[in-house]
């Protein structure tokens, strides 16, 4: 058999299914290794290298400061697209004062804005009742095109899984015969090893007999 072998290492077709107990006996190793494992599931291993500091913006720093305290976003306003009041005034009050002027300066400010927003809109929505049904029917056809070719590739991918399965299970199937061939003589040869030993030990007990019979 080459030292070089593509087949995975595990041989589902044709090692032996582990009996009850054989199960038993690895899961209570795995429960029994897996309890010394450290508490901290985070925790890196001691080979890997130590993260880099980071580095981020003021900008991001801010934003994560704001997301760690649960702020909401301020930064958008859509006071400007609402309807506009007139400036309130008080009766007998100079119209012509800079503080009111002001007013009203900022009030059509926001009317210019509001009156640009509402123009784009509808703009938008006229540019939509006339062209969205078909821009519609366009995207779910190229959506459709996209799933076809997913599930194209789909099948192109599980039949080459199914050719991998039956190349590996040809590929078990022969070198199986050889692998329990090989299973047998180890296990034989641990057999006489035992045997020897046993031989060994036997021989040695009669010679230390001997020994002291002789010493007597």
């Known amino acids: 058999m080459p030292l070089t072998n593509a087949i995975h290492e595990s041989l589902p077709y044709i090692d032996t299914e582990p009996s009850a107990s054989e199960r038993a006996a690895a899961l209570s190793l795995i429960a029994a290794e897996a309890s010394t494992a450290p508490s901290d599931s985070t925790q890196s291993h001691d080979s890997l290298p130590a993260l880099p500091p980071p580095n981020f913006s003021p ?9 760690s305290q649960k702020t909401p976003i301020t930064g958008i306003t859509t006071s400007h697209y609402e309807s506009q009041d007139a400036p309130t005034t ?8 800079p503080e009111t002027l002001q007013k009203w ?14 123009s784009g809109r509808l703009t938008n929505l006229a540019l939509l009742e006339k062209y969205g049904k078909n821009a519609w029917l ?3 056809r190229q959506l459709e095109d ?19 399965v039956i190349e590996r299970k040809r ?8 692998i329990k061939g090989l299973e047998e003589t180890w296990k034989r040869g641990v057999g006489r090893v035992l045997e020897t030993e046993v031989a060994a ?16």
Do not use: F, M, W
């Not at 008080?90 to 004062?97: L, Y």
């Not at 900022?106 to 640009?116: E, F, G, H, M, V």
């Not at 996209?146 to 599980?158: F, G, I, P, S, T």
């Open 59 to 67: 900008l991001i720093e801010s934003e994560l400061d704001r997301v």
């Open 90 to 97: 008080t009766p007998g009050s100079d119209t012509r004062s």
């Open 105 to 118: 300066h900022t009030a059509l400010r926001n009317a210019y804005t509001s009156q640009s927003y509402l």
């Open 138 to 140: 366009e995207g779910n």
């Open 146 to 164: 996209v799933l076809r070719a997913l599930e194209r590739e789909l099948e192109e991918r599980k039949a080459e899984i199914d050719g991998v």
């Open 171 to 178: 590929a078990q199937e022969e070198v199986g015969g050889e």
């Open 201 to 216: 030990e036997g021989v040695r007990r009669e010679i230390l007999e001997r020994r002291r019979e002789g010493a007597l």
